[in-house]
């Protein structure tokens, strides 16, 4: 089963909101990521975790801040975004190590309003 | 610099009518090159992975093909539901042991019947 689930699908969230974004995955994989992604442009990494540690912050704003709670588990906890951060926020996984294939989520749809 | 090209920005094909997409690279130590592809609103749905050049993966209408300095994603006889943005993705020679993908910016394929 090559599955990467993410919660809310959609979410509306004004500039003073907190709010948190997750993502499941049961294929047994350690190393975990998020992505951005805004129209007509390709996904740009975020954060990655590699057996539930941060190894990878690509210089990200700290209203994002990235949980691993346990290995088929990764959160992203949201605060006083803009309206510039609207977009679509996708999960990955695959084995750690490199040379492995990402598996994404469908994604969450962040509005910032 | 690490860059990854795709071209053409679009392509518009007939239902039947073959082609090839091309994703050039420039990077410093090929591990792995993969292809996506999105639907819109949607996650990337991963396709392939090579490795060396020479190598050919292939999936249904799907063909990818590898060189040193470029990968060629063969589409035969393409469907209606072939149509959605494909995207090309390195790793490169990074150490650690989590894999960065370096994105291209895809091509948006639309197959007319």
């Known amino acids: 089963d090559t599955e990467v689930t993410q919660t809310p699908k959609h979410l509306v969230m004004g500039m003073t909101n907190k709010k948190s974004l997750k993502c499941e995955q049961h294929m047994g994989h350690r190393a975990m990521y998020w992505y951005k992604q805004k129209a007509k442009k390709p996904p740009e990494l975020m954060f990655v975790y590699s057996y539930e540690k941060l190894s990878i912050n690509e210089s990200v704003p700290s209203r994002f801040s990235p949980e691993c709670p346990n290995s088929s588990l990764l959160n992203l906890h949201l605060h006083a975004l803009q309206p510039e951060d609207s977009a679509l926020y996708l999960c990955?996984?695959?084995?750690?190590?490199?040379?492995?294939?990402?598996?994404f989520g469908p994604g969450t749809r962040l509005t910032v309003t | 610099e690490d860059q990854v090209t795709q071209s053409p920005e679009a392509l518009r094909l007939q239902e039947g009518e073959s082609s090839s997409l091309n994703c050039s690279y420039t990077v410093s130590g090929l591990r792995g090159l993969f292809w996506y592809r999105q639907d819109p609103g949607k996650g990337p749905e991963f396709l392939f992975t090579l490795y060396s050049a020479g190598e050919e993966k292939e999936k249904e209408r799907l063909k990818a093909t590898l060189t040193k300095k470029e990968s060629f994603l063969h589409i035969t006889a393409p469907k209606p539901e072939d149509s959605a943005t494909y995207l090309c993705?390195?790793?490169?020679?990074?150490?650690?042991?989590?894999?960065?993908?370096?994105f291209g910016t895809g091509t948006l394929l639309a197959v007319q019947p």
């Open positions: 990955a996984s695959s084995s750690p190590g490199g040379l492995y294939e990402q598996y």
């Open positions: 993705a390195v790793q490169a020679g990074y150490g650690g042991a989590t894999n960065k993908l370096i």
